[in-house]
Nanobody, 126 residues
Framework: QVQLVESGGGSVQAGGSLRLSCAAS????????MAWFRQAPGKEREGVAS???????TYAEYATGRFTISQNNAKNILYLQMNGLKPEDTAMYYC????????????????????WGQGTQVTVSS
């Protein structure tokens, strides 16, 4: 089992920045892929960015150039640096992990991830 705990959410004005963190514990050696997802009220959960155990990253189009996903050296903390935030980025942000390698577009599909955190709220005002 893997436990994930997110932190770092908050309220910012448009154009501001936030850095989300996700602390992983338990059988972290089994993790092959981690990702950030977000879900706004009334909308489906969508992938933001993912990273595999080799450091290869995948970004949603809306996140490219504004958001950066990274991990610490021990691979037990996942980060999401968000710059140039927009009101449409307002959502609950979730950390996710899976114990198998993922290829291509499925890296940003929420259905393939086994472990989830409780989420951290990000609110961007105009």
């Amino acid at each position: 089992q893997v436990q994930l705990v997110e932190s770092g959410g908050g309220s910012v004005q448009a154009g501001g920045s936030l850095r989300l963190s996700c602390a992983a514990s338990g059988h972290t050696d089994s993790i092959k892929h981690m990702a950030w997802f977000r879900q706004a009220p009334g909308k489906e959960r969508e992938g933001v960015a993912s990273v595999d155990s080799e450091g290869s990253t995948t970004y949603a189009e809306y996140a490219t150039g504004r958001f950066t996903i990274s991990q610490n050296n021990a691979k037990n903390i996942l980060y999401l640096q968000m710059n140039g935030l927009k009101p449409e980025d307002t959502a609950m942000y979730y950390c996710a992990a899976v114990s198998e390698p993922l290829l291509g577009y499925i890296r940003l599909l929420h259905g393939v991830y086994d472990y989830w955190g409780q989420g951290t709220q990000v609110t961007v005002s105009s």
